[in-house]
């Protein structure tokens, strides 16, 4: 009887970490959408202004600080 | 379900013994003496390339020189502006150069484990960020920074409701939280990945258990590796400048409330 119970035991820890990968994936996609958009725009920018390129750059990785901060967000409630 | 079999704890991959002054407070590991040497590699490089100041800079003058003229010009002078940039540029340079030291052991033959990849160095790297530019906040505005970063000027009354608690939350908890796991992350990622193709290449390529038909299907995830080897090199750069310009985004936010 034990052994079952250790049994279903393992298996929900098993199924626990599979959906925290699970839940990671998901939380990836909102922001590989949003940072794809916004280098693609920032890339756009630069070439239309040249002159611009440093302050584009400069804000294009706050931006992209912003929208990883999610995604690493799920990458942590992973392990939890 | 064969890889899984094969690959132990992935732990095992991030946890070493203590090697010196065992059973002391200063018990140092494989990750501990990696951040002591790249620290002691960081102050060499400067203190020997500044030693001797030539008009014409040769050998390892240059390097420091051009290393540190890359950060002070792209990072600080283009993130602050000319005067207040000048002024951050060495503590800049001091974070990049460090970060990067430790990140690029990842590819180093024979040794391959940044130690940023323990989460202990980069909460570390991060609460001295959060310290220094709340401090810095305080420090030029007086307890008007409370004013200006929870109440941000130009927002229309009503939208404080909305914007107060976000940017109390992203200045308190994200700003740090997001530092600290995007450079644990990102190197800790790298490193599994590393290790799995060079686990799958051992298995095919040197054990072959299941027969000699298996070497030629190990080529792949070789190449995989050299490819993956290249990259993590950019991550180790990338990421140590990705860190440094939001130290100086943040600092400057504090310098400088109006932009």
Sequence with gaps: MSQFVSLAVTQADALKSGLGSVGYGLAAIGPGIGIGYLVGQSVQAMARQPEMAGQVRTTMFLGIAFAEALALIGFVLKFI | MVLAELLPNVNELFEWKGVLFQHTLFELNKTGIMALVSTLICILLFFVGSRKKKMVPTGLQNVAELGYETIEGMVAVEVMGEETGRKWAP???????????????????????????????????????????????????????????????????????????????????????????????????????????????????????????????????????????????????????????LTAVYVNESIHPEH
């Design chain 2, 91 to 245: 503590f800049l340079a001091t974070l990049f150069f460090w970060i990067f030291f430790i990140n690029i052991w990842s590819t180093v033959p024979f040794i391959q484990f940044p130690a940023t990849s323990r989460i202990a160095i980069p909460i570390y790297l991060a609460l001295q960020t959060w310290v220094i530019f709340i401090f810095v906040g305080f420090k030029h505005q007086g307890i008007g920074y409370i004013k200006n970063s929870l109440f941000p000027p130009g927002v229309p009354k009503a939208l404080y409701l909305l914007v107060t608690p976000i940017e109390f939350v992203s200045k308190v908890f994200v700003r740090p939280f997001s530092l600290a796991v995007r450079l644990f992350a990102n190197m800790t990622a790298g490193h599994v990945l590393l290790a799995i193709f060079a686990i799958m290449t051992s298995q095919l390529i040197v054990e072959h258990n299941s027969g000699a038909f298996q070497i030629p299907l190990g080529i792949l995830p070789f190449f995989a590796l050299i490819a993956m080897t290249a990259f993590e090199l950019l991550v180790a750069v990338l990421q140590s400048y990705i860190f440094t310009i």
